[in-house]
């Protein structure tokens, strides 16, 4: 094991996709799952000591949470959904933070994780869009998309269907997913 930590930490530096986000359609609603992630190092001890208001080492409850609620502002900015070409507000269910607790000089990374949902109408068809984004502009946001027994897909803009699971789609900025979905 410790032959491997060297390495991990080498690996860990930068991170491919800071931001993940897996959909699912249920019946009656969509779950929306966001993980983002600041990379070790640089980005993330800025990131603490940027929050460490009182400097003095540390983040108590009140600059955790304020970080948290930064990451969280952070990793919604540019997700947009859209049900039959209308906003769909989401509202979070859940939300959890890791490592903003380590000290500010600390350089591990740091993130959140955040469940988010929606009602969906009882309609038999539906029109689903998703448009997200990394900072940069050239990275795309993976998306993993998955299906209740409810629903078939019509059409699907990318993305292969594998039982209910359609797949990991890379969302670029200059384009969204886009499916249609038909109750069975």
Do not use: C
């Not at 966001?34 to 108590?60: C, E």
């Not at 304020?66 to 952070?74: C, H, Q, V």
């Not at 509202?91 to 990374?109: H, N, W, Y």
């Amino acid at each position: 094991m410790w032959l491997l930590a060297p390495i991990l930490a080498l690996l860990g530096h930068q991170l491919e996709h800071p931001k993940l986000l897996r959909v699912g359609v249920q019946a009656d609603r969509l779950l929306v799952s966001v993980t983002y992630d600041l990379a070790p190092g640089q980005a993330s001890q800025q990131a603490r000591a940027l929050f460490d208001r009182d400097g003095d080492g540390a983040l108590n409850l009140e600059e955790q949470e304020k970080l948290a609620t930064y990451l969280e502002k952070t990793a919604l900015l540019w997700l947009r959904i859209e049900l039959d070409d209308a906003p769909l507000p989401l509202m979070r269910i859940e939300r959890s933070s890791s490592r903003l607790d380590l000290p500010v000089e600390a350089t591990q990374t740091l993130g959140i994780a955040l469940l988010l949902q929606a009602p969906l109408p009882q309609r038999p068809e539906l029109r689903l869009r998703i448009h997200d984004r990394d900072r940069e502009a050239d990275r795309h946001v993976p998306l993993s998309v998955d299906l209740s027994e409810t629903w078939r897909v019509r059409f699907a803009s990318e993305g292969e269907l594998s039982g209910r699971h359609l797949g990991r789609i890379g969302l670029l900025p200059q384009r969204a997913w886009s499916a249609v979905l038909r109750r069975r």
